[in-house]
């Protein structure tokens, strides 16, 4: 069973950056897949990014590509979502998740992870 904290979440700025941590804990023998999700007023979660769990392998979202980058550091069982040149339309709370599968690959489908955190709410206006 794992744990997932998310923090870095608040109100910024149109332009702006905010970085977003997730803190793992719990039993794991090995560092688990990651992804960050989203979800909007009205709208249903969706993929943002996803890293391996070697952080070889890195995914994201064709709205959040050159503004958004996924890192993680494996000692610490954090996993980071570097948000810059952030839009209103980026307004949403904000999930990390983990994937237990042994590989270590990319997963961008949501039903494909077991572990969630609790969100952190992130808000983009002037």
Do not use: H
């Amino acid at each position: 069973q794992l744990q997932l904290v998310e923090s870095g979440g608040g109100l910024v700025q149109p332009g702006g950056s905010l970085r977003l941590s997730c803190a793992v804990s719990g039993r794991t023998f090995r560092s688990p897949n990651m992804g960050w999700f989203r979800q909007g007023p009205g709208n249903e979660r969706e993929f943002v990014a996803a890293s391996s769990r070697s952080g070889d392998n890195i995914d994201y979202a064709d709205s959040v590509k050159g503004r958004f980058t996924i890192s993680r550091d494996n000692a610490k069982n954090t996993v980071y979502l570097q948000m810059n040149s952030l839009k209103p339309e980026d307004t949403a709370v904000y999930y990390c998740a983990a994937d237990r599968n042994p590989r270590n690959i990319v997963v961008v489908t949501i039903s494909r992870y077991d572990y969630w955190g609790q969100g952190t709410q992130v808000t983009v206006s002037s």
